[in-house]
């Protein structure tokens, strides 16, 4: 006989299917699937693709298309960001109390979703001007809390995909070198880019209407009668189709990964207050030094990028060419990132810094000195790109570091890894809101009126001023504390030659070497492991003959440098062992 079998009930089984594919857990393979490695990369599309959009159209959504004044844009722009970077903090010692990560991104999807479409809608057409003040603050706020309580969680999730750290650093570069964070910047530029264009060319025809039935007697002549209809169904639409991709990437983000139990996380679960955990990271010299260089050097950028586009249209004549000036920067960032993780790996990361970042300074007296040149222009975007570029790799390589220091130097504090990265999240995103009300409070109090086609000089001038010479000075004010940055690599080499152990010790009749070098053929061995296990060390490891209640370890870090985890790590009684 024939069983028949229903419609739902194939659903079912599909379903059952996909499920174990992508969920079941073994303890055989230690390393992470590339398919997981890929559905955690499109976990990261939302947060950067919104970021990108926000940062580049909201300013002048909210100012010409709105037509809100530019103090209460200024005010807009700068509560959101800056309770966005409050709530990081928080959001992130919440997740790590509860600690599980995925429901924290599968709830928060819908709700930042729909904050994120209401964004885009104008009510001015029906509502006073109040209400439309209090509507884009409030669902700009609520925007920033829901995609907050996204992507804390899914930065977090990469120390517990399984695998070891060097799986996770592949994980990383996933997520951040390869096509789908390309994928990412494409789709914010391109979609808000041709939303742009469509607002130019409907402005540029209604303020040609407007200079030959009205003259041009004055220099900032606004009209009430335009509308900009087309601009604002373009807003919305993008917002639509930016919801649709959130949705599709959270969705591929929770059924393609798996949460594993992490290195770092034990079974025991020890909550600490969150003003204590704070206070001890604000204590850590290396984190905070490292946090004021990128919050200094990110303000730089954004303070400039933030107001490109206002740049393009009124200093530079080329409001039309801003879609593709910016598409160049954002590829150009994106395909930098591989080439600085060569001279990052060769030269070391705070060599890196100053080469890269250093790139951005001549770029904006080029473009500040050769106004309307669209070759120019195009030949900047492409250097200003690289050196953004190393903005998206060097915070995520350095970070790290800092977190196994301050975990050396603080054994007792644990599960605190959100914390250090919603805490770095929150000083860049206060500079982005910095940047973005001190901005437009200045074009304020400069003249700036909201729908007018022509604008006076002195706006056009503190628009240079904000785009050219605040930015270099940020930033040279970023480079001083990454000078001050302690955790060099030339640190770990001494450290190693003044360890014998190091130097003498052998496994198997042979030196150890770092993880990359090790054969293929001895995957199937168990890693070694000291006896007197430590929640942060990672294998190769060394354990001691005479068990004590305070081990002293040797190991490898993630830099492939020895890395002493007490002064007195070494001794010649150690031996290694497998486990």
Request: aromatic share 12%; hydrophobic share 45%.
């Amino acid at each position: 006989n024939i069983v028949a079998v229903q419609p739902c009930e194939l659903c079912l089984a599909f379903t059952a299917v996909c499920w174990s594919f992508t969920h079941k857990h073994t303890h055989k393979q230690s390393q992470i699937p590339i398919y997981r490695k890929l559905c955690y990369a499109v976990g990261g599309i939302p947060n950067r693709m919104t970021n990108i959009s926000i940062d580049f159209t909201l300013q002048i959504f909210l100012l010409d298309v709105v037509k809100m004044e530019a103090f209460f844009v200024s005010l807009i722009l700068l509560v959101s960001q800056t309770w966005d970077a409050v709530i990081d903090p928080l959001v992130g010692y919440l997740v790590s109390r509860s600690g599980r990560l995925l429901p924290w991104v599968v709830l928060s999807t819908p709700l930042g979703i729909m904050s994120y479409v209401f964004l885009w809608f104008t009510p001015q057409d029906f509502a006073s001007v109040t209400f439309c003040i209090l509507w884009h603050l409030i669902t700009s706020c609520l925007f920033e809390t829901f995609m907050s309580l996204y992507n804390v969680p899914y930065i977090s999730l990469n120390m517990f995909l399984g695998g070891d750290e060097r799986d996770r650093d592949s994980a990383t570069a996933y997520s951040k070198t390869r096509l789908l964070y390309m994928v990412a910047m494409l789709l914010g530029s391109l979609l808000q880019g041709q939303v742009i264009s469509v607002y130019n060319t409907e402005r540029d025809a209604a303020c040609l209407d407007i200079d030959l039935n009205h003259g041009n007697t004055q220099s900032g002549q606004t009209s009430d009668n335009i509308t900009l209809i087309n601009t604002r169904n373009a807003f919305k639409v993008s917002g639509m189709a930016i919801g649709g991709i959130y949705f599709l990437c959270s969705l591929v983000l929770f059924l393609g990964v798996k949460e594993e139990p992490g290195l770092l996380r034990s079974q025991e679960h020890t909550n600490v207050p969150y003003f204590s955990s704070m206070k001890k990271l604000m204590k850590h010299v290396p984190y905070v030094r490292l946090v004021l260089g990128f919050f200094f050097c990110t303000l730089s950028f954004q303070m400039s990028l933030r107001n490109f586009a206002l740049y393009c249209t009124y200093a530079a004549g080329l409001g039309v060419q801003f879609p593709y000036l910016i598409l160049v920067l954002l590829v150009s960032a994106t395909l930098s990132v591989p080439l600085w993780q060569v001279v990052l790996v060769r030269m070391g990361k705070r060599t890196t810094v100053f080469i890269g970042l250093p790139i951005f300074m001549p770029v904006l007296i080029v473009i500040a000195s050769v106004p309307g040149s669209l070759p120019v222009y195009m030949a900047m975007c492409i250097l200003c790109g690289s050196s953004l570029g190393t903005l998206f790799l060097l915070p995520w390589s350095m970070l790290p570091d800092v977190v196994d220091d301050f975990a050396v130097k603080n054994p007792s504090c644990k599960h605190l890894e959100p914390l250090f990265f919603s805490s770095y999240t929150f000083f860049n995103k206060l500079g982005g809101g910095l940047s973005a009300g001190i901005s437009t409070l200045v074009l304020h109090f400069t003249g700036y009126r909201a729908g007018a086609c022509h604008h006076e000089d002195r706006m056009v001038t503190a628009l240079q001023v904000l785009f050219v010479p605040v930015p270099i000075v940020l930033l040279l004010l970023g480079l001083v504390f990454f000078y001050l940055y302690p955790i060099q690599e030339k640190e770990l080499r001494s450290k190693a030659k003044d360890c014998p152990l190091l130097q003498n010790l052998k496994l198997d009749g042979r030196p150890l070497r770092p993880r990359s070098q090790w054969s293929s053929s001895r995957s199937h061995r168990s890693t070694p492991s000291f006896q007197n296990s430590h929640p942060n060390v990672y294998a190769p490891t060394v354990s001691m003959q005479e068990r004590t209640e305070n081990p002293r370890l040797c190991s490898y870090n993630t830099s492939e440098e020895f890395h002493l985890l007490s002064s007195d790590a070494c001794t010649r009684n150690a031996k290694v062992t497998w486990v």
